[in-house]
């Protein structure tokens, strides 16, 4: 919808490209907060959004327009923050970083590699983890209770991977890293946030739960597996997300706002040192078959 309103949409040059990405990034908070009351307009009718305010920052924004400019606080504030600015990049290999960076590979318009990056991000193995952690969690607090023994937690782990337990997809969401094995130092930082803002809300004996929960996991997983397990970011950004009452609906819209950055920076790297197309190599490693000329079939 945005290519519409650019007028010069498909200038890829450096400067555009920057031009045109900051301009996107502004909107987005806006268009996510109208998106999202559009969405629920039948079950909300006595909220009405209010307006970007340019002497807000972006989490401040979101949280203005999602509840109110008087209904959120500034520890609050600075934990959305903190969650946007972890979450803005993790190096061009993730999926959906990758995806915009072959899609800009061709030369085409930035609304065409980023709405490529957001169909990639949509995916549970990528974006959607968080809330898969968060739904996961409040299943293991139903059927454990806030204190339960160290017994407990590994009987409901060892029924998750065996497909007996909550999804019966045998994963056990927020665990594991394909690049952090030992610690995921963004987890470490959201954890710390998490727990102030917890005891801010009363909510400290769930964090305590999740923590008891991370502890015996990765001893668990390592006694099963005999590699090192750590928590990923996806582990705690679901309760931080429900700490600060944000939505469902919003948790991956979030987290493509605080992407777009990375995004758009290695949009512009790729254009500034690669500049050429990208086609990964594939190779067939299937059974090969003798021709049968068509008049012999």
Same mark, same amino acid.
């Given at each position: ?34 998106? %999202? ?142 690049? %952090? ?11 710390? %946030? ?12 769930? %964090? ?90």
């Amino acid at each position: 919808m945005l290519y519409e309103y650019d007028d010069d949409p498909d200038n890829y040059g450096i400067d555009n490209t920057l031009l045109e990405g900051l301009n996107i990034l502004a909107k987005l908070p806006a268009i996510v907060a109208y998106s %999202y009351y559009g969405m629920m307009a039948d079950k909300k009718e006595n909220f009405q959004p209010g307006t970007p305010n340019s002497k807000l920052s972006i989490a401040e924004n979101l949280l203005a327009l999602i509840r109110g400019e008087n209904g959120y606080s500034l520890k609050e504030a600075v934990l959305l923050d903190v969650i946007m600015s972890i979450h803005a990049d993790h190096g061009g290999g993730n999926n959906s970083t990758f995806t915009n960076i072959v899609v800009s590979s061709t030369d085409t318009d930035l609304y065409s590699c980023l709405s490529a990056a957001v169909g990639s991000l949509k995916g549970p193995r990528h974006g959607g983890a968080n809330e898969k952690v968060k739904t996961m969690m409040n299943d293991a607090l139903t059927n454990l209770g806030y204190r339960p023994t160290e017994a407990m937690i590994i009987e409901y782990i060892d029924k998750i991977l065996a497909k007996q337990a909550f999804d019966k997809s045998g994963l056990l969401y927020g665990f594991g890293h394909a690049i %952090y094995t030992i610690s995921d130092p963004r987890a470490v930082i959201l954890a710390d %946030y998490c727990r102030e803002l917890a005891a801010k809300e009363n909510q400290s004996l769930k %964090y305590e739960f999740y923590r008891q929960f991370e502890t015996v996991a990765c001893k668990h997983l390592k006694s099963i597996k005999g590699n090192n397990f750590c928590v990923n970011l996806d582990f705690y950004s679901g309760m931080a997300y429900e700490l600060l009452a944000i939505p469902n609906e919003l948790y991956l819209p979030i987290f493509a706002i605080s992407r777009t950055i990375g995004w758009i920076a290695h949009n512009l790297e790729n254009k500034l040192y690669c500049n050429k197309i990208i086609r990964p190599a594939s190779r067939y490693v299937g059974e090969y078959y003798k021709y049968t000329d068509l008049k012999e079939r």
